[in-house]
T-cell receptor
Framework: SQQGEEDPQALSIQEGENATMNCSYK?????LQWYRQNSGRGLVHLIL?????REKHSGRLRVTLDTSKKSSSLLITASRAADTASYFC?????????FGQGTTLQVKP | GAVVSQHPSWVICKSGTSVKIECRSL??????MFWYRQFPKQSLMLMAT?????????EQGVEKDKFLINHASLTLSTLTVTSAHPEDSSFYIC???????????FGQGTRLTVV
């Protein structure tokens, strides 16, 4: 399969806790992106990390990239109920995005 | 960020009919657009890459005669699901990349239900 693997597939936490999602991929990449998708809706772009970057922050989000291990992680700190959604990593290898299988995050109030 | 508009947001059609979905880049020129399909509780699967003025490139397993893609201008790509069947019911999402292909911008998606 061209798709990457994400784990966990599902994650349930309490509001205020941190959530960590991992993504592994198979091919060389130009960049890796993380998206959020609320149920039945379109995608919301969260953050892009280039292949020569190791870590990037955006608000409560922290993304790491390890190209030697072909893996990335997304950390959401101080989670909120509104963070409940599915999260996908997507690798860009020449213009087209290949999506991971996604992690469904539930944040309980 | 740039805006990509997808229309319609949902459509219900009868088996055997064809449905056209439009994807427009509103404030930039998109030399490349991508079409994805997403089944319930699954990830997005790339169907095809649409290049302005040339034939689309389809991913393995995607029937090009069933999913017709036209990218006639730098701001519009269309996906036509021909002779739709219930198993074509899915969420279809387009994305557009600018000339530098630096970031993909996604449409809102189209939920197709074939009855």
């Amino acid at each position: 399969s061209q798709q990457g693997e994400e784990d966990p597939q599902a994650l349930s936490i309490q509001e205020g806790e941190n959530a960590t999602m991992n993504c592994s991929y198979k091919t060389s990449i130009n960049n890796l992106q993380w998206y959020r998708q609320n149920s039945g809706r379109g995608l919301v772009h969260l953050i892009l990390i280039r292949s020569n970057e190791r870590e990037k922050h955006s608000g409560r989000l922290r993304v790491t990239l390890d190209t030697s291990k072909k893996s990335s992680s997304l950390l959401i700190t101080a989670s909120r109920a509104a963070d409940t959604a599915s999260y996908f990593c997507a690798t860009d290898a020449g213009g087209k995005l290949i999506f991971g299988q996604g992690t469904t995050l539930q944040v309980k109030p | 960020g740039a805006v990509v508009s997808q229309h319609p947001s949902w459509v219900i059609c009868k088996s055997g009919t064809s449905v056209k979905i439009e994807c427009r880049s509103l404030d930039f020129q998109a030399t490349t657009m991508f079409w994805y399909r997403q089944f319930p509780k699954q990830s997005l699967m790339l169907m095809a890459t649409s290049n302005e003025g040339s034939k689309a490139t389809y991913e393995q397993g995607v029937e090009k005669d069933k999913f017709l893609i036209n990218h006639a201008s730098l701001t519009l790509s269309t996906l036509t699901v021909t002779s739709a069947h219930p198993e074509d019911s899915s969420f279809y999402i387009c994305s557009a990349a600018d000339r530098l292909n630096t970031e993909a911008f996604f449409g809102q998606g189209t939920r197709l239900t074939v009855v």
